[in-house]
């Protein structure tokens, strides 16, 4: 079938896989390449090979030999190949992507309605994708086959005993398969570079697509170039046996290490440590075990290694996956703990921002940054959830079933009301007062209570404004019956036939020129189960248009969500201008952590 076809692809991978067990680790790299290549560095490699049934099996086993290779080695001590190291942060990116990419992926519909040019252009990769599979289907298959039934049985005795006319006819007709295979390969091989050409030009004309359903997976090199001065970027990527932790500095600087904590160890600790930090835990059980020792514990686990490298660094950029998706590694402490002293906070230290993936930071700072909205502010809170009669939610139908009673009927009206969600009439205070410290006007710029709805943020014009605000509840998949997407709850309107959730089908159908999207809910930046890095809900914002997303991490206590959300005034504050794409972090409470260790003139 050629070396470019993806089933000859796969069974170099797998060679590749029985060559690294028997210890021959060179020709099994040679096999790993072309898997590689064809995952990693291919436009659209991962839609030729789909992730699913037998071949997802068989893929998985291949990768995660390949990862558990790159840890044993690196816990032992040995010094691990350069090469390796950087395929399996290639190979810890794509596996973040998880189940966030393919939720991002099923809503692309709206995306695809409003872009008719989009439209065509997949049209016609999907067409070509069609073309490509024909030929490369069952009769190739079978005329690869019957030639090499043929090759066998021209080797055996049997065979030489046929009388001369027989022998030829049959060598005829092996010649004759031997070319049909060939041309069908020549057009498997013409197409596929037309189906190629179709997956850049898409990447080209529509690169905010691409990186939605097909991202790059960039090498350590691409990523160091995307880096500012003084910034970092850390890669964690946990394991069934190990976590693997990558650094890569603007300035060169790089580091590899893995440490024996497994998923599920880093999965104990973190919501070990979220119930030591979690306002919604009591606050005896906060008290009862010293958090700022266990995140110190954390940190020499994972950074401890690589603290060498990491000095002098200005802003570290996070990519996490699993686990510490649900934890913010900026509350991590760099020294033991001392009593009677503050925590020494790895945010006094550097700015930290988490990323989705490694990725993303390539989809963010790729492309230049587009002219500055003209107006500050819009926001969205305070939502007025019940109106008169109630409101149902219109996602969470009644159902019925053959069982007898109210137990054989599940009705959301009957569990849950969404009227009896709590208002929140600090946000009000909050988006006030931030519209005050942007010089927004609030009559125009603000909608709150009844007008805060769904409809009026899909109707709002967006593109203008600097920063768009959302102060109400955050709900993750599950937390409220029939939602299975991340969302924000905004007003009712008591029309059961819409529902008042801004879920991520709407976000994806935005159009921000946002340097900040605020997200001051509970949960906004929690990780989703399965592992995800990050919420489908931010990367939703990203995809949208938004430059920096501020998200929680759990639910958040009103007055720290309104300081937090009066931080972003300085972060628009002329003597605090950053590179474009660079993310801080300040605020004006001393609860909260200032962005960097020096104190500034111009910082509260």
């Known amino acids: 079938m050629g070396a470019n076809h993806p089933l000859t692809q796969e069974a170099a991978g797998m060679r590749g896989l029985v060559r690294l067990l028997r210890g021959d680790v060179r020709q099994a790299m040679q096999d790993y390449e072309a898997l590689f290549a064809a995952t990693l560095e291919n436009p659209g490699g991962w839609l030729d090979l789909d992730m699913r049934g037998v071949r997802g099996y068989v893929l998985g086993i291949a990768f995660d030999e390949f990862m558990r290779f790159v840890s044993d080695k690196a816990l032992k001590g040995e010094a691990v190949d350069p090469a390796m190291s950087d395929r399996a942060l290639q190979l810890a990116d794509r596996s ?67 009388p001369a006319v027989d022998r030829k006819a049959l060598g005829e007709r092996r010649h004759v398969l031997h070319d049909t295979v060939k ?13 190629t050409n179709q997956r850049e030009q898409i990447a080209k004309q529509f690169p905010a697509y691409a990186d939605l359903v097909t991202p790059s997976t960039p090498k350590p090199d691409q990523l160091r170039q995307l880096l500012n001065p003084g910034e970092s970027l850390l890669v964690v990527y946990p394991t069934d046996t190990a976590t693997l932790v990558w650094l890569v500095g603007a300035d060169g600087r790089k580091g590899f290490s893995a440490v024996a904590v497994s998923r599920a160890e880093l999965a104990r600790r973190v919501a070990q440590l979220r119930g030591l930090l979690d306002l919604g835990v009591a606050p005896a059980g906060r008290e009862s075990v010293p958090a700022s020792a266990q995140l110190y514990a954390l940190y020499k686990d994972l950074l401890g290694s690589l603290e060498p490298a990491l000095r002098d660094v200005r802003s570290l950029l996070i990519a996490t996956d699993g686990p510490l998706a649900s934890l ?87 569990g849950f009301s969404y009227a009896d969600m709590p208002a929140l009439p600090d946000t009000r205070t909050e988006l006030l007062a931030l519209a005050s410290a942007l010089g927004a006007n609030p009559k125009a710029d603000l909608l709150m209570g009844a007008q805060a709805t769904r409809r009026a943020v899909l109707d709002a014009n967006l593109l203008d404004r600097r920063v768009v605000a959302f102060a109400t509840h955050g709900l993750m998949p599950g937390e409220l019956p029939g939602i299975s997407k991340p969302s924000l709850a905004m007003a009712a309107t008591g029309d059961t036939r819409e529902s008042p959730l801004l879920e991520l089908d709407d976000v994806l159908g935005l159009r921000l020129n946002a340097q900040w999207v605020l997200l001051s809910a509970c949960n906004t930046a929690a990780g989703e189960q399965g592992g995800a890095a990050m919420s489908g809900l931010v990367r939703g914002f990203f995809f949208a248009g938004a430059r920096s997303v501020l ?47 020096t104190p500034r003139p111009w910082q509260w």
């Open 328 to 414: 913010p590694l900026a509350a991590l402490v760099t020294q033991p703990p001392q009593a009677g002293q503050s925590p020494a906070w790895l945010v006094r230290q550097m700015a930290v921002t988490q990323l989705p993936s490694s990725s993303a930071l390539l989809a963010l700072r790729r492309v230049a940054q587009p002219t500055v909205a003209a107006k500050a502010l819009m926001g969205f809170g305070d939502p007025l959830f019940g109106v008169a009669g109630g409101a149902k939610l219109a996602t969470a139908p009644r159902v019925d079933s053959g069982l007898s009673g109210d137990a054989a009927r599940y009705d959301a009206q009957w």
């Open 183 to 195: 041309s069908q390969q020549a057009d498997v091989t013409a197409a596929r570079t037309v189906l």
């Open 551 to 597: 998200a929680t991490h759990w639910a958040v206590e009103s007055d720290c969500a309104d300081s937090v959300a009066l931080g972003i005034p300085c972060l628009l504050h002329p003597f605090f201008r950053r590179p474009a794409g660079q993310l801080g972090f300040c605020c004006w409470r001393s609860a909260c952590w200032p962005w960097a260790p």
């Open 96 to 162: 973040s992507l998880g189940v966030t990419q393919r939720a991002i992926t099923d809503s692309t519909a709206r995306v695809l309605a409003s872009t008719p040019a989009l439209r065509a252009l997949l049209d016609q990769e999907q067409t070509q994708r069609q073309a490509v599979a024909a030929p490369g289907g069952a009769p190739q298959c079978q005329a690869c086959a019957e030639e090499d039934s043929l090759y066998r049985q021209a080797q055996t005795a049997e065979f030489k005993a046929l």
